[in-house]
């Protein structure tokens, strides 16, 4: 992140880990694949059917809306610098916690409420709430 107006800037770096978990449990369900679908022989691929019983392929289906929680950690590296009140922090490292809800469509499209405390980098307090919404990109 940077900002410069009237020779004020400051740059900050982000490095961190964080992890969702969604809000509602068991609800991913499995779908019977047809076996002209998987391109094999019926009864071929991992079969799931009880003793005695037939062989079939399944695949997981997401439901389109998933709400979810999350926490994360980050290391800040950051530098202050505000001509007009003679400030210049020099390089600071700190540290931020994350704490944030949010809803994911097709485990892609999100909505996010977040609340970021980030420790105070020459006396400027950069913690606080925000909302953002974007897509995610799965390789």
């Known amino acids: 992140m940077s900002d410069s107006h009237d020779g004020n800037n400051m740059f900050a770096g982000l490095l961190g880990v964080g992890y969702r ?14 076996a002209a679908a998987t391109g094999q022989p019926a009864g ?15 695949r997981l289906i997401y439901p389109r809306w998933t ?3 999350g926490v994360a950690g980050d290391l800040v590296i950051a530098d202050v610098h505000d001509l007009a009140d003679n400030i210049h922090s020099g390089v600071r490292c700190g540290g931020s916690g994350d704490a944030f809800l949010g809803i994911s469509y097709l485990r892609r499209g999100f909505v996010e409420v977040r609340y970021r405390l980030m420790s105070d980098i020459k006396s400027f307090d950069f913690s606080g ?9 799965r390789l």
């Open 67 to 69: 709400p979810y929680f």
């Open 129 to 137: 709430l925000s909302i953002s919404a974007g897509y995610r990109i």
């Open 44 to 58: 071929a691929g991992q079969g799931n059917g009880s003793a005695g019983g037939p062989r079939t392929t399944t």
């Open 21 to 34: 978990w969604p809000l509602i449990f068991g609800h991913l369900k499995r779908e019977v694949v047809p």
